[in-house]
């Protein structure tokens, strides 16, 4: 476990190294959850197999205790940092895969261009969250258009939330379960597995 200043906090990183990796993804945690989420533990686990370094985040709300999120800014700047960090020392030399399980989806899709990463993993992305009587009804699916990058979701087929559509450089796999994607990890696994190897050579010069 690495502690990691942002300018918002200490940040954590768990680190599920691998020797010679091929690749490196860093994963992001979702609302109020933690790194701990059955499906970052599968992707996790099938990245590992497939030869690429690991590192999950815990953004500094977490790490301060606090299960509301912070504002969508302050965890982007903690994010940005913590992946600055991470490319500058323990994944200096490996192709960069960022993404993470709701929330952190949104995140690593946000902030992708700062991040230099060839390529997001989107666990559970919430496209459509419920809608409050005082506000309008919101969509998310500009934050995933905007990704010009490979992209895999990985979504719950009775997700609330809703299923995003697949796109010119996004692959959409719908798995058993719902926004937790807790019915069938190993589907998870086998879905990050299958796309994960093809995209570490992806906008790379």
Same mark, same amino acid.
């Given at each position: 476990?690495?502690?990691?200043?942002?300018?918002?906090?200490?940040?954590?990183?768990?680190?599920?190294?691998?020797?010679?990796?091929?690749?490196? &993804? @860093?994963? *992001?945690?979702?609302?109020? /959850?933690?790194?701990? !989420?059955?499906?970052? =533990?599968?992707? $996790?686990? #099938?990245?590992?197999?497939?030869?690429?370094?690991?590192?999950?985040?815990?953004?500094?709300?977490?790490?301060?205790?606090?299960?509301?999120?912070?504002?969508?800014?302050?965890?982007?700047?903690?994010?940005?940092?913590?992946?600055?960090?991470?490319?500058?020392?323990?994944?200096?030399?490996?192709? &960069? @895969?960022? *993404?993470?399980?709701?929330? /952190?989806?949104?995140? !690593?899709?946000?902030? =992708?261009?700062? $991040?230099? #990463?060839?390529?997001?993993?989107?666990?559970?992305?919430?496209?459509?969250?419920?809608?409050?009587?005082?506000?309008?009804?919101?969509?998310?699916?500009?934050?995933?258009?905007?990704?010009?990058?490979?992209?895999?979701?990985?979504?719950?087929?009775?997700?609330?939330?809703?299923?995003?559509?697949?796109?010119?450089?996004?692959?959409?796999?719908?798995?058993?379960?719902?926004?937790?994607?807790?019915?069938?990890?190993?589907?998870?696994?086998?879905?990050?597995?299958?796309?994960?190897?093809?995209?570490?050579?992806?906008?790379?010069?």
């Amino acid at each position: 476990m690495l502690e990691i200043e942002t300018p918002h906090g200490p940040a954590r990183a768990y680190l599920h190294a691998v020797n010679e990796p091929r690749g490196a &993804l @860093v994963l *992001g945690h979702g609302a109020g /959850g933690g790194v701990q !989420a059955p499906d970052l =533990v599968a992707a $996790t686990k #099938a990245a590992n197999e497939e030869g690429f370094t690991v590192a999950l985040v815990e953004q500094p709300y977490r790490v301060a205790g606090r299960r509301s999120p912070a504002p969508a800014k302050q965890l982007d700047a903690a994010w940005i940092a913590v992946v600055t960090h991470l490319k500058a020392k323990q994944l200096a030399d490996p192709p &960069l @895969v960022v *993404g993470g399980r709701s929330l /952190g989806a949104r995140v !690593a899709c946000r902030t =992708v261009d700062e $991040t230099g #990463a060839v390529a997001v993993l989107c666990l559970a992305f919430p496209l459509d969250p419920p809608r409050r009587a005082d506000k309008p009804r919101q969509n998310r699916l500009a934050e995933l258009e905007a990704v010009t990058v490979p992209m895999l979701v990985v979504q719950g087929e009775r997700d609330p939330f809703g299923i995003p559509p697949p796109g010119p450089t996004r692959v959409v796999m719908k798995v058993a379960g719902d926004h937790g994607l807790k019915a069938d990890p190993d589907a998870v696994s086998a879905a990050v597995r299958e796309w994960l190897p093809g995209v570490v050579g992806a906008g790379v010069t």
